[in-house]
């Protein structure tokens, strides 16, 4: 927890006798998109795998405005549906121990992407498998400035629309909040899907609350 510093005076001459008042959490900006992305960091999919696909979108404020200077974050299962990931795929300098990136054989489960000045972010990946109860899906996380705490949504697949009735949480909401989940397929792009995230206004994405 961060302070300001205030003083006072004290009768008789004393010195002034600092305290500490609290301040909110600082506003998470810009920085983050130079301090966290590394190289390749949507590069999930192992490098010339037949399946992978591409899962990209904008990042879009409450006025409806491109947030250039976000980071986001991708989760997700195997297509199998194993969320182990692959510790250690991430290969380092050995001068200065800086990122080099993936080491493109490993599926990893995890992206780290910044968007560009136009607000669009891309990740290369394989589509997750269903776990049980649950349609297939991306966890994602987003950071962007103004916001005091990060944002969890999820990226559903729109082919998959018979687990979509068996899915709690797309269950749980009506048909205009239901699709701010599920993204797009492109018909000029196969393997390509649309996925815009919006913070606020209209058709504002669904977040999930953890507690």
Same mark, same amino acid.
Request: proline share 9%.
């Given at each position: 927890?961060?302070?300001?510093?205030?003083?006072?005076?004290?009768?008789?001459?004393?010195?002034?006798?600092?305290?500490?008042?609290?301040?909110?959490?600082?506003?998470?900006?810009?920085?983050?998109?130079?301090?966290?992305?590394?190289?390749?960091?949507?590069?999930?999919?192992?490098?010339?795998?037949?399946?992978?696909?591409?899962?990209?979108?904008?990042?879009?404020?409450?006025?409806?405005?491109?947030?250039?200077?976000?980071? *986001?974050?991708?989760?997700?299962?195997?297509?199998?549906?194993?969320?182990?990931?692959?510790?250690?795929?991430?290969?380092?300098?050995?001068v200065d121990g800086?990122?080099?990136?993936?080491?493109?054989?490993?599926?990893?489960?995890?992206?780290?992407?910044?968007?560009?000045?136009?607000?669009?972010?891309?990740?290369?990946?394989?589509?997750?498998g269903a776990r049980?109860?649950?349609?297939?899906? *991306?966890?994602?996380?987003?950071?962007?400035?103004?916001?005091?705490?990060?944002?969890?949504?999820?990226?559903?697949?729109?082919?998959?629309?018979?687990?979509?009735?068996?899915?709690?949480?797309?269950?749980?909401?009506?048909?205009?909040?239901?699709?701010?989940?599920?993204?797009?397929?492109?018909?000029?792009?196969?393997?390509?899907?649309?996925?815009? *995230?919006?913070?606020?206004?209209?058709?504002?994405?669904?977040f999930l609350d953890?507690?």
């Amino acid at each position: 927890m961060h302070g300001t510093h205030t003083s006072a005076h004290t009768p008789g001459g004393a010195s002034p006798q600092p305290s500490l008042q609290p301040t909110p959490s600082h506003t998470v900006g810009p920085f983050y998109g130079y301090a966290l992305p590394f190289p390749g960091g949507g590069d999930v999919a192992p490098t010339g795998h037949g399946e992978t696909v591409t899962v990209h979108g904008h990042v879009y404020d409450g006025s409806g405005a491109p947030v250039p200077d976000a980071l *986001i974050e991708l989760w997700q299962a195997a297509p199998d549906g194993d969320l182990g990931g692959a510790p250690g795929s991430m290969r380092r300098d050995p001068v200065d121990g800086g990122h080099l990136g993936r080491n493109g054989v490993d599926f990893t489960g995890f992206a780290r992407v910044p968007t560009d000045a136009d607000g669009h972010w891309a990740a290369r990946t394989l589509k997750p498998g269903a776990r049980p109860g649950h349609a297939p899906y *991306i966890s994602v996380c987003v950071f962007a400035r103004g916001l005091l705490h990060h944002l969890f949504t999820r990226v559903y697949f729109p082919e998959d629309t018979r687990a979509h009735a068996e899915d709690p949480l797309l269950a749980s909401l009506d048909a205009g909040r239901r699709e701010t989940l599920v993204a797009t397929a492109e018909r000029a792009a196969t393997g390509s899907y649309r996925f815009d *995230i919006r913070l606020q206004g209209e058709k504002e994405t669904v977040f999930l609350d953890f507690h």
